[in-house]
């Protein structure tokens, strides 16, 4: 992996959430920096050119703003490449990879409501003549994803307590541009109420009030893990007992190195694994360690679990929130 410059380092490690809901907010985070406004949009432009960056933007909790499921798929060897064009060529898949495993190729599938997503994955199923687990959300402990670059393995943010916001019929439309990307621009916001024809001082409250309600779940600069060296990418299921599955979850949440935790619903009889962690390292070494402390969590000591590194992405963009046109 290419050596990041200090300064893009630091631009990366300390925007990743909490971005300023301000007119200029370039020129804030050039404050910060030591930089002119236009020097940090340069820098931004230059990372995303390079695919070290995927936007800068927000990342929306599941199933608040439309609907979005994880699904897995067990392709033969030979079939792949074709199985995962049928996949990306769905809009509302916005992330996808293949995983050492049985059930290896594995996509999020993100929609403007349930019927949209069935039939998302319905039209995979009928074009591969395959099989595709629906591995619905039950709970997030944590979906942040937003972890520092430096320093080592460190526990991610706990979650905030949301604040209680009354739904708006134009927050579909903001979320999904969100989830899309701010213009690299001075005035992004303005630009953005301008596409949505609103005025940019009630739109800056209302992002504000939607990231206060946890609606929106972080916004900032979205990095590409992979490109940035942190190749070691572990997917790691766990069958606890149902009455541990919430201590095993948020223990989880909080340990070192766990980029995510969540439930998900089983299939019975086919892939009875229902709580999920991530892990992002830099090399499997240092995976395998995080998840050799996750088995040493008391609440996680002798359960079931597997693990399944990726070994290539597919596609990774913006959730779809609206209807594809």
Known sequence: ???????????????????????????????????????????????????????????????????????????????????????????????????????????????????????????????????????WLVRAFNIDLGFRLTGGAQAMPAPRAPVAVTPDPGDRALLHALSQGLDLTP?????????????????????????????????????????????????????????RIEPAGRALAALPGVTLAYERRPVPGVWPWRLYSMIHARDRDAALAVLAGATRLPVLRGVPHRVLFSTRCFKQSGAQIERAA
Do not use: C
Request: hydrophobic share 55%; glycine share 8%; charged share 20%.
């Open 187 to 243: 005035a992004p916001f303005a630009a953005l109420a301008a596409r949505l024809g609103r005025e940019e001082p009630a739109l800056r409250d209302r992002i504000g009030a939607l990231a206060a309600a946890g609606v929106i779940t972080r916004l900032g600069v979205i990095v590409r893990h992979r490109a940035l060296g942190f190749t070691a990418n572990a997917m790691v299921v766990w069958d606890p007992p149902a009455d």
């Open 1 to 135: 992996m290419e050596t990041l410059d200090p300064i893009d380092l630091r631009l990366l490690d300390d925007f990743q959430r909490d971005f300023p809901l301000v007119e200029r907010p370039f020129a804030v985070l050039g404050a910060a920096l030591g930089l002119a406004e236009g020097a940090v949009i340069d820098r931004l432009a230059r990372l995303h050119a390079a695919g070290k960056v995927a936007r800068v933007g927000a990342t929306v909790q599941p199933n608040t703003a439309g609907a979005s499921t994880l699904a897995a798929m067990a392709v033969p060897e030979a079939r792949v490449a074709e199985v995962a064009a049928i996949v990306g060529a769905e809009p509302g898949v916005n992330h996808s990879y293949l995983r050492e495993t049985d059930w290896n190729l594995w996509f999020v599938a993100t929609a403007a409501d349930t019927a949209e997503l069935a039939a998302a994955l319905d039209r995979i199923r009928t074009a591969s003549g395959l099989t595709v687990l629906d591995l």
